[in-house]
């Protein structure tokens, strides 16, 4: 079956202007997560969604960002004025818990690399 | 919180040789721990999981990793290298959070070892 995609794979923005970044997860998956992979921090958790509502939105690093989901499917995170320190790649994972068990494995999708000059 | 320590930002070893990648971490309960690879412009892959069912854990491409308690480590091996295995390898620990009245998994990752093999 197909796995988590991600659009666009790359974008390029100037600096202020807002982004809108899109994630497909695996049909069926009802917990949803973000990521951010930057070079000076590493992978960071962004926001986790279950169903459409974001139970903990605590990576998100400021009120520029936000995200959503709909349907209990696809997800948008949007990045509002953005800053050159926006730029890194942004992953989304997903899974199926269908027991809550901490070791159920998250697929990520590709990612999409933003870069703001 | 949990917090994973992976030693060594780049490895190299030959083709053919042990691929022998470090992870250490933290944790006031029982982990889960996991292994993931990152190829060059793709998403993390699922190399292993470690859920307390067998301290010694297989994975794919031949890699596996050994949970240590005592030593807190669970460090991720390869007896062979092949060149198909230069990759970003990353571990993770599971961390449980509880909100909106729903409990969850949320990933702890290290900050990454890129393996380098050379002919």
């Known amino acids: 079956g197909a796995g988590v995609s991600q659009s666009p794979s790359n974008k390029v923005t100037e600096k202020g202007k807002d982004v809108e970044l899109r994630c497909d997860p695996i049909s069926g998956h009802t917990a949803l997560y973000w990521y951010r992979q930057s070079l000076g921090q590493g992978l960071e958790f962004l926001i986790y969604?279950?169903?459409?509502?974001?139970?903990?939105k605590s990576g998100l690093p400021s009120d520029r960002f936000s995200a959503e989901r709909t349907g209990g499917s696809v997800s948008t995170l949007t990045i509002q004025r953005t800053q050159q320190e926006d730029s890194a790649v942004y992953l989304c994972?997903?899974?199926?818990?269908?027991?809550?068990?901490?070791?159920?494995?998250?697929?990520f999708g590709p990612g999409t690399r933003l870069l703001v000059l | 919180a949990q917090s994973v320590t992976q030693l060594g930002s780049h490895v190299s070893v030959s083709e053919g040789a042990l691929v022998l990648l470090r992870c250490n971490y933290s944790?006031?309960?029982?982990?889960?721990l996991f292994w993931y690879v990152q190829y060059p412009n793709q998403g993390l892959q699922l190399l292993l999981k470690?859920?307390?069912?067998?301290?010694l854990v297989k994975g794919i491409n031949g890699f596996e990793a050994e949970f240590k308690k005592s030593e807190t480590s669970f460090h991720l091996t390869k007896p062979s290298a092949h060149m198909s295995d230069a990759a970003e390898y990353f571990c993770a620990v599971s961390e449980k959070w509880n909100a909106g009245g729903t409990s969850y998994g949320k990933l702890t990752f290290g900050q990454g070892t890129i393996l380098t093999v050379h002919p």
């Open positions: 994972a997903s899974s199926s818990p269908l027991l809550v068990r901490l070791q159920e494995t998250q697929y």
């Open positions: 944790s006031s309960v029982p982990p889960y």
């Open positions: 969604f279950q169903g459409n509502s974001a139970p903990d």
């Open positions: 470690y859920t307390s069912a067998a301290t």
